[in-house]
């Protein structure tokens, strides 16, 4: 599996623009809901995610997209599915 952290940046930018919130501010652990995000912003999130990276994650990892290192480890393990033909 390939280390969340590879992923952190990226998706701290995307949150970033899609709150427009500076990304100074986002810490990786800073809890989605501090900074108001909406579970339709999550899926939102997600599906922004999915392609940017090109893969498919399993809307049952939902609960797991409530920071940005959550929505990195989500994302690891996807590309690491993806790269086992799991």
Known sequence: MAD???YVDEI???ISFALEIPPERLADTTP?????M????RIQLLAR???NYGVSVDL???????????VAEVISEAVAAQHTGG
């Not at 909406?38 to 912003?41: D, H, L």
């Open 38 to 41: 909406t579970s339709r912003q």
């Open 4 to 6: 969340p952290g590879t």
């Open 60 to 70: 049952d990892e939902l609960d797991r997209l409530v920071d940005i290192r959550g």
């Open 12 to 14: 701290r930018r995307i």
């Open 32 to 36: 989605f809901d501090d900074l108001g």
């Open 49 to 51: 995610v999915e392609v």
